[in-house]
């Protein structure tokens, strides 16, 4: 699954790396390589650590979905394999 940054700059290969809450700043979106301890970027910056948490539910999900498409064989209705970070007015929790 494809990742396309809030800001619209970067598109992550998900199979690449892994993302997660800063640690830190729990409401940044980070992005690591494979085997990296640093994040390679930061992919979303949302107003609180609630909103983060909702848009890695919504990655979750989305990534869920792609079992739908099967060697290229497409199933289900709701598949997207590229997901879009929301900028932050845009989350609800």
Same mark, same amino acid.
């Given at each position: 699954?494809?990742?396309?940054?809030?800001?619209?700059?970067?598109?992550?290969?998900?199979?690449?790396?892994?993302?997660?809450? /800063?640690?830190?700043?729990?409401?940044?979106?980070?992005?690591? #390589?494979?085997? $990296? +301890?640093?994040?390679?970027?930061?992919?979303? !910056?949302?107003?609180?650590?609630?909103?983060?948490?909702?848009?890695?539910?919504?990655?979750?999900?989305?990534?869920?979905?792609? /079992?739908?498409?099967?060697?290229?064989?497409?199933?289900?209705? #709701?598949?997207? $394999? +590229?997901?879009?970070?929301?900028?932050?007015? !845009?989350?609800?929790?």
């Amino acid at each position: 699954m494809l990742i396309r940054s809030q800001d619209k700059l970067q598109l992550i290969n998900l199979e690449n790396g892994t993302t997660a809450v /800063d640690y830190r700043n729990k409401k940044n979106i980070l992005f690591y #390589d494979i085997g $990296s +301890v640093e994040p390679t970027s930061t992919i979303g !910056e949302y107003s609180s650590e609630e909103k983060a948490i909702k848009v890695l539910d919504m990655i979750q999900d989305n990534y869920a979905k792609l /079992d739908c498409v099967h060697h290229g064989v497409y199933i289900h209705g #709701d598949c997207v $394999s +590229v997901f879009q970070m929301p900028q932050d007015e !845009e989350v609800e929790v």
